[in-house]
């Protein structure tokens, strides 16, 4: 498999106007900005989009009118990331935190990481070999210097001393000559057998950095290299913007938790798949909540949680025990996304239950809830976690794939050599083919020919880095 398309590397410096705090600054590290979507109003849950009671079944496509009511696949995306700025800028997200250098991977600096010491902290030899004083042929100590000692003793002209990668320099010393660069003859004097340059392999105090010198700066997304140097320049500790929490709740009386399916029931395949698929994008997952179809459950799940995130499976349509919509008016919610112009998924919804939560409301079939949870919970959870938006790739389709008149279409693929493949088993309600996939191809409505350029999203596992940490 080749690589996917040029990234973004160790994120910039957040944008830090006089007017950003911390906190907004974190928020709108590598975020597009665009100033007509800024200015669009979200429909409310009697808005735009019309009371419940008003949509067609979105499982078959609905009616229409509400079809085009539908928020398009990209807008819904920034609708998402934007929500998430805004409850940063009500001073919703929570402070940040220090953690320890093990707990931090996938975390984002909330604070520059500055050198406590100089790196290195005292001279050391860059290799195997001897310290040596002034021109040689040179006495060669008795006693070598090893790494993790203390101070040497002084050399004089004419002497060398056999030294380890990494131990401290002895003072007075011209420079460290090579292992393979030297020879000792019949009475154990040391001969150079090139020339000796002042200071050669000595690697001097402060090469690297100074103390306080800025080594990161806020908003850098906490790698393993990162840690390793957090560690090198004293560090036990970080400051990080904690990870945005999720509750999920499993919805649907028809579910089976263990045993094959039976009766009209079903295996739930929602439960064990959602919270390490939150968790590789970013979110510590609180809880898992099985309510059924269940409204007064529902509402009490909802109304007591103090998660950032609130994901439910199932229920957004329109049928009889579809509990999602009326549970969302009775509480006052704000509708930001009711349906998406996307397939799998188009029932996907978003809404802010209170100033420092919000709710996504995924589909009940499989594949179409990993669409909602790609499509709206992966850019608001990105943003509260104040992690850089991903670099938008394409690769040409090995095959021609169909797509929808109107909608997106998101299609499981395998990376081979520099073309994506479609894989079969791409229904909404199956999981065989994501199982195997390494993206999600997003193909235009109308479909996509063989070879055309195509938008690819990465599954967090199958993209390279912190991603594959599911804990």
Request: glycine content about 10%; overall charge negative; proline content about 9%.
């Amino acid at each position: 498999m080749t690589a996917p398309g040029t990234r973004s590397g160790t994120p910039a410096a957040a944008d830090t106007d006089d007017d950003l705090d911390v906190e907004e600054a974190l928020a709108l590290v590598r975020e597009p900005r665009d100033p007509r979507q800024d200015a669009s109003a979200a429909p409310t849950l009697h808005g735009e989009h019309g009371a419940p009671g008003e949509r067609g079944s979105h499982a078959h496509g609905g009616h229409s009118a509400h079809r085009h009511r539908a928020t398009p696949w990209p807008q819904a995306r920034e609708t998402a990331a934007r929500a998430a700025r805004s409850a940063v800028r009500s001073g919703a997200r929570r402070a940040p935190v220090s953690v320890p250098l093990a707990d931090a991977l996938g975390l984002t600096l909330a604070a520059p990481l500055d050198a406590l010491t100089d790196l290195p902290s005292f001279d050391t030899s860059a290799m195997d070999g001897w310290a040596v004083a002034g021109p040689g042929p040179w006495d060669v100590r008795e006693e070598g210097v090893l790494a993790g000692h203390g101070q040497p003793e002084t050399l004089t002209d004419g002497e060398a001393v056999r030294i380890a990668t990494g131990a401290r320099i002895p003072a007075d010393t011209t420079a460290v000559l090579r292992s393979e660069h030297g020879r000792l003859d019949a009475q154990s004097r040391l001969h150079p057998t090139r020339e000796v340059v002042h200071g050669q392999d000595i690697r001097p105090r402060g090469q690297e950095c100074r103390t306080g010198d800025q080594l990161l700066p806020l908003g850098t997304l906490v790698t393993p290299a990162v840690l390793g140097l957090a560690a090198a320049a004293g560090y036990d500790t970080v400051t990080v913007v904690p990870r945005p929490r999720a509750e999920v709740l499993i919805l649907g009386d028809e579910l089976l938790t263990e045993g094959l399916p039976h009766d009209g029931l079903i295996r739930d395949a929602l439960g064990p798949m959602l919270p390490p698929w939150l968790r590789a994008l970013g979110a510590e997952v609180t809880a898992v909540r099985r309510l059924g179809d269940d409204a007064k459950a529902l509402y009490k799940a909802i109304t007591s949680s103090t998660a950032d995130l609130v994901v439910t499976t199932g229920g957004t349509a329109s049928g009889p025990v579809d509990h999602i919509h009326p549970t969302l008016e009775r509480i006052g919610a704000e509708l930001l996304v009711d349906g998406v112009k996307v397939r799998p998924g188009h029932p996907m919804l978003l809404a802010r239950t209170k100033e420092n939560q919000h709710l996504v409301g995924l589909p009940g079939n499989p594949l179409a809830a990993v669409s909602g949870l790609l499509t709206l919970a992966e850019p608001l959870l990105r943003t509260l976690a104040a992690h850089p938006a991903p670099e938008p790739y394409t690769l040409p389709l090995a095959e021609a794939t169909h797509g929808h008149p109107y909608d997106t279409r998101l299609i499981p693929v395998v990376l081979r050599g520099d073309a994506a493949v479609p894989l079969h088993y791409n229904g909404p309600a199956m999981l065989r083919g994501i199982a195997a996939a390494d993206a999600l191809a997003v193909v235009a409505p109308g479909g996509a020919r063989q070879g055309e350029e195509t938008e690819l999203l990465d599954l967090p596992w199958a993209a390279a880095g912190i991603g594959v940490c599911f804990t």
